[in-house]
C-alpha cells in the first residue's frame, strides 16, 4: 500500500512530461506554419497547444500559449480575436513589464485602427527593450510607432520616432536599419516644416556617413536614390546630383530602381539649370521605363525631356518630346499631367509661329482640366488667358495681306502639311 502513491505520481510525471511535449510540438509547428505563410494550419496548432496547456493547470504555460495564439489572430488579420488571446497572456501589472507582449498588444490595436493606443504601447515595448539591451527591437519598435504616427500625418512624432529607431539600431550595429530610418526621418521632417534646414541636412549627412559599412547593393541604391531626393526638395540641387550619380552604379543591375535614379537624376539636372547633361539622362529614364511598361513613369520623362530641349532652344525636338508625354498621360489617364503638357507643347509651337496648333493645345488643356476633381478656377483662368492671347495672335498672323503674300503663305502652308 505504500508504493502506490509513488506510482500514482510516476504516471502523472509521465503523463505531464508527454502533454507538455505535445505542446512544445504544436508550438514549434505554428511557427513553422506562421513562417510559411499557413496561418490557418498555425492558428489550429496554437489552439490544441493552448487547450493541452489548461489541462496541466500550469498558468505560466497556458500564457505562454495564450499570447502565440493572440500573436497568430494578429498576423492572419483577426485582430479582435488577437487582442482577446493578448490580455489573457499575462493578467496584471506584469503584463507592462513584457515588452514581447506589449509589442504584439500594439501590432492588435494597429489593425484594428486604434492608432494612438499602438503607439503607446510601441513605445512602452521599445523602453522595455532599451531597457534588457535589446537595440534591434528597440528600433523595430520605434519604426513601427513612426508608421502610426506618419498614417495619421504627425510628421514630427513620425520623425522623432525613426530618428530613435536609427540610434537603436547603430547601438545594434545595424548600419543598414539605422540609414534606412534616417533617410525617412528626413523625408517627414520636410513634410512637418517644423524642422529647420540645417537639423534636415544634418540628418542626411548622417545618413550618407553610414553608406561605407553597407554592401546590399539594393539598399545602398534606394538609400542614395532617397538622400537626393530629400536634398531635391530642400533645393540643394547640387548635393542632389552627387547623391543620385552615387547611385548609378548599385542600381546598374536593378532595372526599376535605375529607371528611378535616371529619372531623378535627370530632374535634379533640370532644376539646376544643366540641361545639356540632363538630356542623356531623361532618353535613358524614357527607354527603361518603356521596357518595363511603366506608361505614366515613361511620359514624366519625356516631359521633363521636353523642357530640357526647350531651354537648349531646340524646340522641335522639345515638341516631340511633349507629344510623346502626352500620348503618355492620356493612355494613364493623368489629366492633371495632361493639362501642364498641353500647355508646355502650346508654347513650344508658339514659339515656332504655329498658332493654331498652340490654339488646339490650349483648348484640350481645357477640356483634360475638366476631368480633374480638384482643380481651381485660377487654373482655368490661366488657360483661357493664354488661350486668349494665342487666339489674337493666329488673327494677326492669319490677317488681310496683298494677294501676292497670300499665295506664297498658301504655299508654305501646303509644304508644311506633307511634312
Same mark, same amino acid.
Given at each position: 500500500m505504500a508504493t502506490a502513491p509513488g506510482k500514482d505520481e510516476v504516471k502523472l510525471k509521465k503523463k505531464r512530461k508527454k502533454r507538455m511535449k505535445d505542446i512544445e510540438e504544436l508550438t514549434s509547428a505554428g511557427h513553422r506554419a506562421?513562417?510559411?505563410?499557413?496561418?490557418?494550419?498555425?492558428?489550429?496548432?496554437?489552439? +490544441?497547444?493552448?487547450?493541452?496547456?489548461?489541462?496541466?493547470?500550469?498558468?505560466?504555460?497556458?500564457?505562454?500559449?495564450?499570447?502565440?495564439?493572440?500573436?497568430?489572430?494578429v498576423e492572419a488579420e483577426? @485582430?479582435?480575436?488577437?487582442?482577446?488571446?493578448?490580455?489573457?497572456?499575462? @493578467?496584471?501589472?506584469?503584463?507592462?513589464?513584457? @515588452?514581447?507582449?506589449?509589442?504584439?498588444?500594439? =501590432?492588435?490595436?494597429?489593425? =484594428?485602427?486604434?492608432?494612438?493606443?499602438?503607439?503607446?504601447?510601441? =513605445?512602452?515595448?521599445?523602453? /522595455?527593450?532599451? #531597457?534588457?539591451?535589446?537595440?534591434?527591437?528597440?528600433?523595430?519598435?520605434?519604426?513601427?510607432?513612426?508608421?502610426? &504616427? +506618419?498614417?495619421?500625418?504627425?510628421?514630427? %512624432?513620425?520623425?522623432?520616432?525613426? %530618428?530613435?529607431?536609427?540610434?537603436? &539600431?547603430?547601438?545594434?550595429?545595424m548600419s543598414d536599419s539605422a540609414a534606412a530610418a534616417l533617410k525617412e526621418a528626413a523625408s517627414h521632417m520636410i513634410q512637418s516644416d517644423q524642422f529647420s534646414r540645417d537639423d534636415i541636412i544634418s540628418v542626411l549627412t548622417e545618413c550618407l556617413s553610414l553608406t561605407d559599412s553597407i554592401t546590399d547593393p539594393r539598399i545602398l541604391g534606394e538609400l542614395y536614390l532617397c538622400v537626393g531626393v530629400s536634398y531635391c526638395r530642400l533645393r540643394c540641387f547640387q548635393e542632389a546630383v552627387a547623391c543620385l550619380q552615387r547611385a548609378l552604379s548599385p542600381a546598374a543591375q536593378q532595372p526599376p530602381l535605375l529607371a528611378r535614379v535616371l529619372h531623378n537624376l535627370g530632374a535634379a539636372l533640370n532644376s539646376a539649370g544643366r540641361f545639356p547633361a540632363a538630356v542623356g539622362y531623361h532618353r535613358l529614364a524614357a527607354g527603361l521605363y518603356g521596357s518595363l511598361g511603366c506608361r505614366g513613369d515613361q511620359a514624366r520623362c519625356f516631359s521633363n525631356l521636353g523642357y530640357a530641349c526647350s531651354q537648349l532652344g531646340d524646340e522641335e525636338e522639345?515638341?516631340?518630346?511633349? $507629344?510623346?508625354?502626352?500620348?503618355?498621360?492620356?493612355?494613364?489617364?493623368?489629366?492633371?499631367?495632361?493639362?501642364?503638357?498641353?500647355? #508646355? %507643347?502650346?508654347?513650344?509651337? %508658339?514659339?515656332?509661329?504655329?498658332?493654331?496648333?498652340? !490654339?488646339?493645345?490650349?483648348?484640350?488643356?481645357?477640356?483634360?482640366?475638366?476631368?480633374?476633381?480638384?482643380?481651381?478656377?485660377?487654373?482655368?483662368?490661366?488657360?483661357?488667358? *493664354?488661350?486668349?492671347?494665342?487666339?489674337?495672335? +493666329?488673327?494677326?498672323?492669319?490677317?488681310?495681306? @496683298?494677294?501676292?503674300? *497670300?499665295?506664297?503663305?498658301? $504655299? !508654305?502652308?501646303?509644304?508644311?502639311?506633307? /511634312?
Amino acid at each position: 500500500m505504500a508504493t502506490a502513491p509513488g506510482k500514482d505520481e510516476v504516471k502523472l510525471k509521465k503523463k505531464r512530461k508527454k502533454r507538455m511535449k505535445d505542446i512544445e510540438e504544436l508550438t514549434s509547428a505554428g511557427h513553422r506554419a506562421l513562417q510559411d505563410g499557413r496561418s490557418e494550419h498555425a492558428l489550429s496548432c496554437f489552439n +490544441s497547444a493552448l487547450k493541452a496547456a489548461a489541462q496541466l493547470q500550469d498558468s505560466r504555460v497556458v500564457g505562454a500559449c495564450s499570447f502565440n495564439l493572440g500573436a497568430a489572430y494578429v498576423e492572419a488579420e483577426q @485582430p479582435e480575436k488577437g487582442l482577446d488571446f493578448l490580455r489573457q497572456a499575462q @493578467p496584471g501589472p506584469k503584463a507592462d513589464r513584457l @515588452p514581447d507582449l506589449q509589442f504584439n498588444l500594439a =501590432l492588435a490595436h494597429n489593425a =484594428l485602427g486604434q492608432r494612438r493606443e499602438a503607439a503607446a504601447y510601441f =513605445l512602452q515595448a521599445a523602453q /522595455l527593450y532599451r #531597457s534588457q539591451g535589446d537595440g534591434r527591437s528597440e528600433g523595430d519598435a520605434c519604426m513601427e510607432m513612426s508608421r502610426c &504616427y +506618419s498614417t495619421d500625418k504627425d510628421w514630427v %512624432l513620425a520623425a522623432q520616432s525613426l %530618428l530613435r529607431a536609427a540610434e537603436s &539600431y547603430r547601438v545594434a550595429a545595424m548600419s543598414d536599419s539605422a540609414a534606412a530610418a534616417l533617410k525617412e526621418a528626413a523625408s517627414h521632417m520636410i513634410q512637418s516644416d517644423q524642422f529647420s534646414r540645417d537639423d534636415i541636412i544634418s540628418v542626411l549627412t548622417e545618413c550618407l556617413s553610414l553608406t561605407d559599412s553597407i554592401t546590399d547593393p539594393r539598399i545602398l541604391g534606394e538609400l542614395y536614390l532617397c538622400v537626393g531626393v530629400s536634398y531635391c526638395r530642400l533645393r540643394c540641387f547640387q548635393e542632389a546630383v552627387a547623391c543620385l550619380q552615387r547611385a548609378l552604379s548599385p542600381a546598374a543591375q536593378q532595372p526599376p530602381l535605375l529607371a528611378r535614379v535616371l529619372h531623378n537624376l535627370g530632374a535634379a539636372l533640370n532644376s539646376a539649370g544643366r540641361f545639356p547633361a540632363a538630356v542623356g539622362y531623361h532618353r535613358l529614364a524614357a527607354g527603361l521605363y518603356g521596357s518595363l511598361g511603366c506608361r505614366g513613369d515613361q511620359a514624366r520623362c519625356f516631359s521633363n525631356l521636353g523642357y530640357a530641349c526647350s531651354q537648349l532652344g531646340d524646340e522641335e525636338e522639345a515638341a516631340e518630346s511633349f $507629344i510623346l508625354a502626352l500620348q503618355g498621360f492620356r493612355d494613364t489617364e493623368d489629366h492633371l499631367s495632361e493639362v501642364q503638357v498641353c500647355e #508646355s %507643347l502650346a508654347e513650344c509651337y %508658339l514659339k515656332q509661329r504655329k498658332q493654331q496648333k498652340a !490654339v488646339q493645345l490650349y483648348k484640350q488643356a481645357l477640356k483634360a482640366l475638366s476631368h480633374c476633381q480638384d482643380s481651381s478656377g485660377s487654373a482655368r483662368d490661366h488657360l483661357v488667358e *493664354r488661350l486668349t492671347a494665342a487666339l489674337q495672335q +493666329s488673327l494677326q498672323t492669319h490677317s488681310w495681306r @496683298p494677294q501676292a503674300d *497670300r499665295k506664297q503663305q498658301s $504655299i !508654305v502652308g501646303q509644304q508644311e502639311a506633307s /511634312l
